[in-house]
């Protein structure tokens, strides 16, 4: 690649917090909370308009499991945040715990409360573009806004980017994709479907993934082209409304912007060829209409750190319980369909959530605090889906009930760090989890 040479110029500096927070996801949202309401002086920068990452921008239009088939098991600020949205949408059940519908803009405003009212600040519409490091931490980042460039520096940053931007582009190790090719899961846009018929949908069989020769669902998607395969998650998200967590689209990295481009004009044109399908195939969808497509693209994965432990599908497997645990996890291994199995996927002979073992009811594992610190790197800590694991493992606890725990976490953590000369890996970890347990988190 070719370089171009900028004229320097000084830029304004902030150095007025303790704890700066990258990303306004879930993790990101959950960490920056927690370490306000610990005392700590905290900014929460996020890139795009709103709070929440995938179940508000993304259109995400269900939460994962909560329970362990027994109980809620994602405590704390997780169990807030989703017992909040839930009471906001009269036709969800109070005792309902998994798989329970979204209502993004409710959720925009239970993150928006959550993080300004524990003291947190935020700054929306504002890109981290350079990270400034050097003898093993992260000394400020630059970011870009329509103010222009501003440098933040802070003792404890935590890396909520979804993709691990502060801790790799400070020079920490991460591993990426399938580590043979680096191919990657695919991505998905979601949508949302208005003017359906509530009462024909509910009586008739619509499955989240079912394309089997012989069906309507096969039969449309050999008939629509733009449809990549037959998966297809619905939620009942209000009256006559429905959000789909539908199709897979290939190729898309989400540290690479051109790929992420070219994915959200396919994902629009996916999402329009959903609806004209459904039209046609499946009375409860005559007449309905395309509201909106997700103003962010679903990413399964990018980077993961190297952390001072890597979780492993062996952890998984043995439900395997650590001294320094930060939550609990019991949600499958979803690993997504490869290239390479776009064939099956089309023909129905794919079932990318029985391929490996289910946890029986009461099972889970642990997540170690160790995940969230990444090797080489002392001030950063990385909540979310970039965290130390292994790929097997990334493609369970990537999914929001773990993001906010992770952040919680996190966020408690890097306040506690502020003691320790801002060294996350130095903190107290029985102390950690003795705070998140007073704040209601399960750890057995």
Not at 226 to 237: E, I, Y
Not at 253 to 272: F, H, M
Not at 280 to 304: D, K, M, Q, Y
């Amino acid at each position: 690649m070719k370089k171009h040479q900028i004229k320097a110029k000084e830029i304004p500096l902030n150095d007025s917090y303790d704890v700066i927070v990258v990303g306004g996801g879930p993790s990101g949202c959950t960490a920056a909370a927690a370490a306000a309401r610990e005392g700590a002086k905290t900014l929460l920068i996020e890139a795009t308009s709103s709070l929440g990452g995938m179940g508000t921008s993304g259109l995400v239009p269900s939460w994962c499991p909560y329970s362990d088939k027994q109980r809620i098991i994602y405590g704390g600020m997780a169990q807030y945040v989703f017992e909040k949205s839930k009471a906001g949408m009269p036709h969800v059940g109070k005792d309902e715990l998994d798989w329970v519908p979204i209502d993004p803009e409710l959720l925009k405003c239970i993150y928006d409360d959550l993080v300004i009212g524990s003291g947190a600040d935020i700054l929306f519409n504002s890109f981290m573009g350079s990270v400034e490091s050097g003898n093993g931490a992260v000394s400020a980042i630059i970011v870009a806004s329509k103010s222009g460039l501003m440098a933040y520096r802070a003792k404890v940053f935590i890396d909520a980017s979804g993709d691990a931007d502060v801790a790799a582009w400070a020079g920490a190790k991460f591993q990426k994709g399938d580590g043979k090719s680096g191919e990657l899961m695919p991505a998905t846009h979601c949508f949302t479907l208005a003017n359906v018929d509530e009462y024909t949908q509910k009586n008739s069989v619509l499955k989240w993934w079912d394309s089997a020769p012989g069906s309507w669902r096969h039969s449309m998607v050999r008939k629509y082209p733009g449809l990549t395969d037959g998966h297809l998650c619905k939620a009942h998200v209000g009256p006559g409304v429905f959000g789909f967590n539908a199709g897979h689209i290939w190729d898309v990295d989400n540290t690479r912007p051109e790929t992420v481009s070219k994915a959200l004009v396919q994902g629009r044109k996916i999402a329009c060829e959903f609806r004209r399908a459904l039209a046609e195939f499946h009375p409860a969808f005559r007449n309905s209409f395309l509201v909106n497509t997700g103003s962010l693209l679903g990413i399964r994965e990018t980077r993961r750190i190297i952390g001072d432990y890597v979780l492993t599908v062996g952890d998984y497997m043995a439900r395997k319980s650590f001294k320094d645990e930060i939550s609990r996890n019991s949600y499958p291994i979803d690993i997504h369909t490869a290239k390479s199995e776009i064939g099956k996927a089309k023909t129905g002979k794919l079932n990318v959530m029985e391929r490996y073992e289910q946890f029986k009811s009461g099972e889970s594992h642990g997540i170690p605090y160790r995940c969230l610190t990444p090797k080489g790197l002392r001030n950063v800590l990385v909540p979310g889906r970039a965290v130390s694991c292994d790929r097997f493992v990334q493609g369970s606890v990537r999914v929001m009930p773990n993001c906010l725990c992770m952040g919680e976490a996190a966020g408690i953590a890097g306040a506690m760090a502020l003691k320790k000369q801002g060294d996350v890996h130095a903190i107290n970890t029985d102390a950690l989890r003795s705070r998140l347990k007073k704040n209601g988190a399960y750890l057995p």
